[in-house]
Each structure stands twice: as C-alpha cells, then as structure tokens.
C-alpha cells in the first residue's frame, strides 16, 4: 500500500508540474501553445523578440499551478500577451516573494492584483509607496470580487472601499 499511495504522489506532482496548454483564436482560427518548462516556472512563445517575465501565485479558483490547465487567469493572460507578439514566462511564488519580484524590476508583471491603497508603503523599498513602483491595469473580466454575508447580516457597501474598511 505504501509504494502506491508513494507512485500516486509522484505522478501527482509530474502531472501538475508540466506547462498547461494555451489555446486563443485569430481570426476564426484557434492555435494551442504547449508551453514549455523554463528556468523555474513556464514558458510561451520563448522565441519573440521580447520575453516578459510574470510572476502570480496559487490562488484558485482564478490561477493555481494545480489547477486544471493552470486556472481562466493564466490561460487569459498567456493569449493576451501571446496574441499581441509578446513571449511568456510564468513563476508561481508566495505572494510575498511575487511583490518582491515586480517592485525590485526583477520581473515585468505581477498579476492579479485588484486594488493597492494609496498609503500601501513597499516592504521592499521602504521610502517608496507599491503605487509608485508598480501600475495596475484595466481590470480583467472575469474576476469580480462580491461579499459574502450570512443572511440575517447586512454589508454597507456604497460602492467606494472606504465603506467597508474598518479603522
């Protein structure tokens, strides 16, 4: 019983350990990228002539290594930029570690990330605020955020993330 619950593991891990096909259409055709293993994480498209860096976490149901074809975030992201000429190369990390990496230059795109406060001081480069290292995007479809609250509860949500801080 031992080796097979062992052999499963290890089939487990090679399963999820391998680039996650992309697929994306152009006109009216769709063209499937198998990806590839590069340096520590994935690659896509590796031969453009401009190759950037991603770094993202596990954080399912939207991305996770371990997800079925790694999440609707990766696949979107990666035909993204892919569509647009770009190379991919994608690192999951601690989401620690992923902001290290994007506000020291050390990669090109952090993602996703929904919402920095404009105070959010970098624990990186501490004389910096996050919003003066990094940009956000257009918000990407898809990943609305809702609150959740048992049914005898009320959420005053006007709308503006002030109204749901809590001092």
Not at 40 to 52: P, R
Not at 118 to 131: A, E, F, G, M
Not at 152 to 157: G, L, N, S
Request: aromatic residues 12%; glycine residues 6%.
């Amino acid at each position: 019983m031992r080796i097979f619950l062992i052999a499963a593991l290890v089939l487990s891990f090679f399963t999820y350990a391998q680039p996650a096909p992309v697929t994306y259409t152009v006109d009216n055709k769709n063209i499937t990228l198998p990806g590839e293993k590069y340096k520590s994480g994935y690659g896509y498209n590796l031969k453009a002539d401009t190759v950037l860096r991603l770094v993202t976490l596990n954080w399912p149901p939207y991305i996770d290594d371990h997800l079925c074809n790694k999440g609707f975030l990766y696949q979107l992201t990666v035909s993204m930029l892919v569509k647009r000429g770009y190379g991919v190369h994608i690192e999951f990390y601690p989401w620690a570690r992923a902001v290290r990496e994007a506000e020291l230059g050390k990669a090109d795109i952090l993602f996703p990330e929904y919402y920095i406060d404009d105070d959010v001081i970098s624990k990186n480069i501490l004389t910096k605020t996050r919003n003066q290292l990094l940009a956000l995007s257009e918000p990407i479809p898809g990943g609305d955020l809702s609150f959740v609250a048992l049914k005898d509860h009320t959420i005053d949500y006007d709308g503006s993330i002030n109204s749901v801080k809590t001092e």
